[in-house]
């Protein structure tokens, strides 16, 4: 197996997730809070999306999606146009909602488009680069991208599981 195959095959697992996370989910339960202070599927997908879309785009020099798509004026949140929601306030979280999932579908495909274009193109050598000397040790591509897909598995696991719980306050 070549590292390309190797990479857009995890990369290409966050796709599946969050395709079955958004998948015949209604707007009010994808801004539906878990007690109504927790994260959101809306806020769980755009956040996953945010990180993966800008941190590919740092490490292979592209423009977001975000920024080329002009998604910050599309979704309208009210947020700093440049978030990506790390940090966030309860009330930062509260800010993004959205009234089409569709919308949230299209950029994350088009986060997820652009990192797999990179990745397919990446052989071992390449993971070696030193994208970030602010850690000790500095941190290679190959240990960025790892990064990546834990975060956006995890985030994407999480939206799953609210959705669960949003399908049970609809039964229950």
């Not at 994208?131 to 000790?136: A, E, K, L, N, T």
């Amino acid at each position: 197996m070549e590292t390309s195959d190797l990479l857009e095959d995890a990369f290409g697992r966050i796709g599946t997730i969050v395709s079955g996370v958004l998948n015949g989910l209604e707007p009010d339960k994808a801004n539906w809070r878990p007690g109504g202070t927790g994260n959101s599927i809306a806020w769980l997908v755009w956040h996953l999306s945010r990180g993966l879309d800008e941190q590919i785009a740092d490490v292979a020099g592209l423009e977001s999606a975000w920024n080329s798509g002009r998604y910050a004026g599309r979704f309208g949140f009210a947020l700093d146009p440049g978030d990506t929601g790390y940090g966030h306030s309860a009330a930062q979280v509260d800010a993004v909602r959205v009234e089409s999932v569709d919308l949230l579908r299209e950029y994350h495909e088009a986060a997820l488009a652009q990192s797999l274009g990179y990745v397919r193109g990446l052989d071992a050598q390449a993971l070696d680069r030193v994208v970030d000397q602010r850690w000790d040790p500095p941190v290679t591509l190959g240990v960025r991208l790892v990064s990546i897909v834990d975060d956006c598995v995890q985030h994407g696991g999480q939206a799953a599981y609210v959705k669960g719980l949003a399908g049970e306050q609809r039964n229950g």
